[in-house]
């Protein structure tokens, strides 16, 4: 940010309430960079936004002091994020997410003002680097290419670093971080997740001899509540429809996670779904 715009930059932070949203859609919709700190908070306005930013989506709003008169706000902007306990990722938006875990500092830490100072004092020369680096990138963008395809998510980013690290002569280790991504992301999505976590304890009770089985939805309800530890109003699947959407919409957290991919078949009877280890 400080490389960017200069010593005016500073990082944000988010307010729960109406006004926060508001401030947060002023942010995104007029800078092509924003950094908020510390979204530890539970933001339910959040995940959509983000969501909306990683695809392009504009976001609409009545028009000020209007009945009934729309204005379109386009979202094209990087957006940083810093959170130990990010309650706002849900599926979609983690698999749009480029994770980066920090560690603490433990020794030789700097007052903030000196490091501002130093990025300060060395803009010109960042920039100066930087803009070598990107006539290169640009170089070998406008040289005729094969058509790209991409197994993840983040296509058009996979697709750019495709071209610009044989470049910048860091191939090898964009094609690793590329491999990992994946992995990265779904681990981020794990955290935390109770309703992971009762799947991992079911998996473990089977271990090591299971191989796999197959279940309608309402008999996985019930295994499931065997070795959940906690009461019944408690329990993280309130009823089948929950459960089975749940699974829907997280098979490659349970392939990622717990080594157990998960298919289903669809009968006139009932919904069965097939675990394999």
């Not at 094609?175 to 997740?193: F, I, P, T």
């Amino acid at each position: 940010g400080l490389v960017l715009y200069g010593p005016s930059f500073d990082v944000g932070s988010f307010r729960t309430d109406a006004t926060g949203e508001a401030d947060f859609i002023a942010a995104i919709s007029a800078r092509r960079f924003v950094a908020f700190d510390n979204a530890d908070a539970r933001i339910k306005w959040l995940p959509d936004h983000l969501a909306k930013i990683a695809t392009g989506a504009g976001i609409e709003r009545r028009k000020l002091y209007t009945t009934n008169e729309l204005q379109t706000f386009p979202t094209n902007c990087f957006v940083a994020i810093t959170s130990r306990d990010p309650r706002w990722k849900r599926d979609d938006v983690t698999q749009r997410l480029l994770p980066i875990r920090m560690e603490t500092i433990e020794t030789d830490k700097f007052p903030e003002s000196n490091l501002k100072r130093d990025v300060s004092a060395a803009r010109p020369l960042i920039w100066g680097a930087m803009l070598s680096a990107m006539n290169q990138v640009v170089a070998a963008i406008r040289e005729e290419q094969d058509v790209f395809t991409s197994a993840h998510r983040l296509a058009d980013f996979h697709w750019f670093g495709h071209l610009a690290s044989p470049a910048l002569g860091v191939e090898e280790e964009f094609v690793g971080a590329m491999e990992s991504l994946n992995r990265e992301q779904m681990d981020l999505l794990g955290e935390g997740d109770e309703k992971l976590d009762l799947f991992k304890a079911w998996f473990q009770t089977k271990m090591p001899d299971w191989t796999g089985e197959t279940l309608g939805i309402r008999e996985l309800r019930q295994a499931l509540e065997t070795v959940y530890s906690g009461s019944a109003h408690t329990f993280p699947f309130p009823n089948v429809t929950s459960l089975g959407s749940w699974i829907g919409r997280h098979k490659e957290l349970l392939k990622s996670q717990c080594g157990v991919t998960v298919d289903r078949e669809r009968t006139s009877a009932d919904r069965k779904w097939f675990f394999r280890k």
